[in-house]
């Protein structure tokens, strides 16, 4: 009988345990259904296509970015998906269904566009949610008037999400301010809150999330003081710049942030004393702290202090006081811009920048500028030094006085050398600190004794190859024949390179003239060649077809040709011109970065350039100014012919700048009647046809197209100012979206002033320009090697300038 019992319990156990497993599977089939039904709904809800999700396949098995475990799903990715027409028309923050997944721990519409509020069930529904970013995606949301102004556009249900591990809300359109309900985020690794409008102080909250490892908070308007940030024991980076955070930062500030990799504060109105521990925390190799109002001396450093692998950038500052020789340790530093004295560090200056400051060198301030800084900080040390530098200046006038009397002299009976080149002209360069001395062997060697297949193009001041030093470093090299073409022109790029140093200039690296007839200049070799080659690119594929470049790529293009061009205009002392702008002098690298190159043509802005002048309606061929002695011309050249390349890079007609003058105005007349701020239509029929363009991205398109027709105005005062391109650029859509008079054919540059100074989102600072730089889609240091990238895209405050009150700039708008 207990045999029969045992039995009985024994089947009673399996039948138990056999339904169990049924139940569970038909619930996590009941499961599966309503997670399927919902992922349909958000399929119909967001226009996305059959191709990247259609209704008949397992999203599981087959839907692009969704992710799934146990036939849960666990993560969806709606970056890159492609919307159907009306999905494309009727854009929206429509995600509803996604309250079903309830197992759903990332959420990535990063560049999807979802305009509209975040929904405030995101914190009551989702709590296995780890993972959101909304980057770029058009968040914003209207302003209950029930609930008055400082309603801030994160919902604080948000703040419910306690398992969140990132959280990227970065490049959309919140305002109002950052609530210290934050500090509940006990998991958060990872907090971008950059390019957005948020106006509030910094939370302290945020500063006592220890597992914290990168936050950046760029690019808004933040004020306040910097809070104690001792407890984020493991942040690897932080990003506070373009900012309105003001205060000291205390001798303590970072002295617990022991895995502290890089530290970002530019642009905000910080003084005081940097810190010490800075310059020794173990880890730190990248330091931006341009743009404030630090001062005092440079601490020393010690003999053993290890700087090769850092990146520290300290310029527009008020530092002051003698330079320490380990300065030339470092990776790359940015001194630009403050108030050092004395003698420059040698011949090896090529990772620092020093101009703009009280040093015995070229392209820094004024005695008066000095001794007046000087004078106020109550600092007397450099007083001999500044009669020194009286002493020098004056020898300096005179020896340039003594030039100018020569060069009038012999104007009509220059001596040029056996090598065809000017005497007095090579005597101004000085040869050994420009770059390194290469020996004609060395050459020679790296290019196989420059073989034709070596040979990257002939250019119109030399012919340019492909080399490898023996110790591995690819190189590009420039041969001058200067008997042949009695050209001067690698002496006008020495002595540029020897005076000026950006990111976004091709990286030179030396040069050989022990050659009679030849001279080389030697950069550094950049693969994807000159944008004229690279536009179009042979696929991986073996049918050998050629892909033209995306529209993310053309615009990094075009942005990074515009912070090159704003750092010769604008923070260069005289303004510079390059003068030979065009697809083949646009340098691209691996990543598709711009390098200028092609400065056989650079010359400092003429003092007074006319209004109107034919050159700019029809640019010159590279040489005419000097060769024909017609005159110089001025930044406003560079504006018309940046913007060929921006229609260029719109039409796919890239190379049309190196065109016949007849047959490229002709192809500009065309063109520029396709571009209208009032229908955006007419620009289709100009569209590139191999560019594939979301509708999401069709407006930036439609935005650089009208930033082009404005550059190519034929009244050079009527085109903007670099500095305002370079802005536009940044987020092009707000062209289209904002008009404004700054479009019409009629207006001046005051306009273009008018539309970047007045709202208040577009910080204005009276002060000297600023040397930093953010890279098209990311920001940058200012060294021309071993940068870091940043993640904030909008520019610096800093960099604004004011307008100027030239003659010629004040032209009538009326006139055309």
Request: aromatic share 8%.
């Amino acid at each position: 009988m207990g045999a029969q019992r045992l039995l009985m319990l024994l089947v009673a156990n399996v039948l138990f345990i056999a339904c169990s497993q049924q139940l569970q599977l038909l619930a996590l089939k009941s499961e599966a259904a309503i997670e399927r039904l919902a992922l349909l709904d958000l399929r119909s809800s967001l226009g996305i296509r059959a191709a990247d999700w259609h209704k008949k396949s397992d999203p599981c098995k087959s839907w692009v970015g969704v992710e799934c475990q146990s036939g849960r799903v666990t993560g969806l990715r709606l970056h890159g998906l492609r919307r159907s027409k009306w999905g494309r028309l009727n854009p929206r923050f429509s995600v509803d269904s996604i309250v079903n997944l309830t197992m759903l721990s990332s959420f990535n519409s990063s560049g999807f566009l979802l305009p509209g509020s975040i929904p405030s069930w995101f914190g009551y529904r989702l709590s296995a949610l780890q993972v959101l970013d909304l980057c770029s995606s058009s968040v914003s949301g209207s302003i209950p008037e029930s609930l008055g102004n400082m309603m801030r556009l994160v919902p604080p249900e948000l703040y419910f999400l306690r398992n969140l591990v990132s959280l990227d809300l970065s490049t959309n359109r919140l305002n109002g301010m950052i609530s210290s309900g934050m500090g509940n985020f006990s998991e958060i690794k990872y907090l971008n809150l950059s390019d957005n409008g948020f106006s509030s102080v910094v939370p302290a909250e945020l500063f006592f999330l220890f597992k914290m490892v990168e936050l950046d908070l760029s690019s808004n308007s933040l004020s306040g003081t910097l809070p104690e940030v001792r407890h984020l024991v493991n942040l690897q980076k932080m990003n506070l710049g373009s900012n309105y955070l003001e205060g000291s930062l205390s001798k303590e500030t970072f002295f617990s942030l022991v895995q502290l990799e890089s530290l970002v504060l530019r642009n905000n109105r910080f003084h005081g004393a940097l810190p010490n521990v800075l310059w020794i925390l173990p880890k730190l190799h990248f330091l931006d702290v341009s743009g404030n109002q630090f001062t005092g001396r440079l601490p020393d450093l010690g003999s053993n202090f290890n700087a090769t692998i850092k990146v520290f950038n300290l310029s527009w500052n008020l530092f002051y006081g003698t330079l320490a020789v380990q300065l030339v340790k470092f990776g790359s530093v940015d001194l630009s811009g403050n108030y050092f004295e004395g003698v420059s560090l040698g011949s090896n200056l090529t990772k620092i920048q020093l101009m703009r400051n009280c040093l015995q060198m070229g392209n820094q301030r004024s005695l008066e500028e000095c001794r007046s800084f000087y004078a106020d900080q109550g600092v007397f040390g450099g007083v001999l030094l500044l009669v020194v530098l009286v002493v020098i200046m004056w020898v300096i006038q005179r020896s340039c006085r003594h030039v100018e009397v020569n060069g009038a002299t012999n104007a009509n009976a220059k001596h040029v050398s056996k090598d065809g080149t000017s005497a007095s002209t090579m005597a101004s360069v000085d040869v050994p600190h420009v770059g390194k001395s290469f020996t004609y062997e060395q050459l020679a060697q790296s290019t196989s004794n420059f073989n034709e297949k070596f040979l990257i193009k002939n250019g119109h001041s030399g012919d340019l190859y492909r080399g490898r030093m023996d110790s591995g470093t690819h190189i590009t090299v420039k041969k001058v024949d200067v008997h042949v073409l009695n050209n001067e022109s690698y002496v006008s790029e020495l002595k540029f390179f020897d005076t000026v140093s950006h990111p976004r200039l091709v990286p030179f690296l030396g040069h050989c003239l022990d050659q009679d007839n030849q001279k080389f200049l030697v950069y550094k070799y950049l693969p994807n060649g000159d944008l004229a080659k690279s536009f179009n690119r042979k696929t991986s594929g073996t049918d050998g077809d050629l892909q033209s470049l995306d529209w993310i790529t053309r615009l990094k293009i075009a942005t990074g040709v515009a912070e090159g061009l704003s750092y010769l205009h604008h923070e260069c002392n005289p303004p510079l011109v390059h003068g030979d702008l065009k697809a083949t002098s646009i340098i691209l690298d691996d990543n598709f970065e711009v390098r200028l190159g092609s400065f056989g043509e650079v010359h400092a802005q003429p003092e007074s350039p006319p209004t109107s002048i034919p050159e700019f309606t029809n640019p010159r061929t590279p040489g005419q100014c000097l060769s024909a002695g017609l005159s110089l011309t001025t930044c406003a050249h560079d504006v018309y012919c940046f913007g060929k390349i921006m229609l260029e890079l719109v039409t796919g007609k890239v190379g049309m700048s190196d065109s016949d003058e007849t047959i490229a105005k002709e192809w500009l007349e065309q063109m520029l009647s396709y571009i209208s701020i009032s229908d955006k239509e007419k620009l289709s029929k100009i569209l590139d046809p191999s560019l594939m363009v979301d509708d999401d991205l069709q407006e930036e398109v439609w935005g650089m197209a009208l930033i082009a027709r404005s550059c190519l105005r034929p009244n050079p005062s009527k085109r903007p100012l670099m500095k305002h391109i370079l802005r536009a650029l940044e987020n092009p859509w707000k062209v289209v979206r904002d008009g404004g008079p700054w479009l019409r054919t009629t207006s001046s540059r005051k306009s273009w002033a008018a539309a970047f100074f007045s709202s208040s989102s577009w910080r204005q600072n009276s002060s000297e320009g600023n040397a930093a730089f953010r890279r098209s889609g990311t920001s940058g240091s200012h060294s021309s090697s071993g940068q870091e990238r940043q993640t904030s895209r909008k520019k610096l405050s800093s960099e604004i300038f004011p307008e100027p009150a030239d003659a010629w700039f004040l032209e009538s708008q009326n006139q055309d």
